[in-house]
């Protein structure tokens, strides 16, 4: 088993930045890659953003140029930069690790962290 935990999360300004940390536990072998998500009220969760072992990195549309997603392996943690925060982004983000192998895929989530950008 994986277990991540989000922090960072909160109530920042139109404009503002953010970090988000994900720190992972457990069984942390053969992560293929690592994401953020997120979820907005009455919407389906949606990838912000993905960061591969190799460290090949995608971005949402929404997000780029104003998000940047990176990892700190000795400490098992991965981040979410957000700058210039845009109401829009306000949203539950949810921390993944992936697991593929050619027999079996492994999804793990983070229990979710709170953005809110006010206007």
């Known amino acids: 088993q994986v277990q991540l935990v989000e922090s960072g999360g909160g109530l920042v300004q139109a404009g503002g930045s953010l970090r988000l940390s994900c720190a992972a536990s457990?069984?942390?072998?053969?992560?293929?890659?690592m994401g953020w998500y997120r979820q907005a009220p009455g919407k389906q969760r949606e990838l912000v953003a993905q960061?591969?072992?190799?460290?090949?990195?995608n971005y949402a549309d929404s997000v780029k140029d104003r998000f940047t997603i990176s990892r700190d392996n000795a400490k098992n943690t991965v981040y979410l930069q957000m700058n210039s925060l845009k109401p829009e982004d306000t949203a539950v983000y949810y921390c993944?690790?992936?697991?593929?192998?050619?027999?079996?895929?492994?999804?793990?989530w983070g229990q979710g962290t709170q953005v809110t950008v006010s206007s």
């Open positions: 993944n690790f992936r697991r593929s192998t050619s027999a079996y895929t492994q999804t793990y």
């Open positions: 457990g069984s942390i072998f053969s992560i293929n890659a």
């Open positions: 960061i591969t072992s190799g460290g090949t990195t």
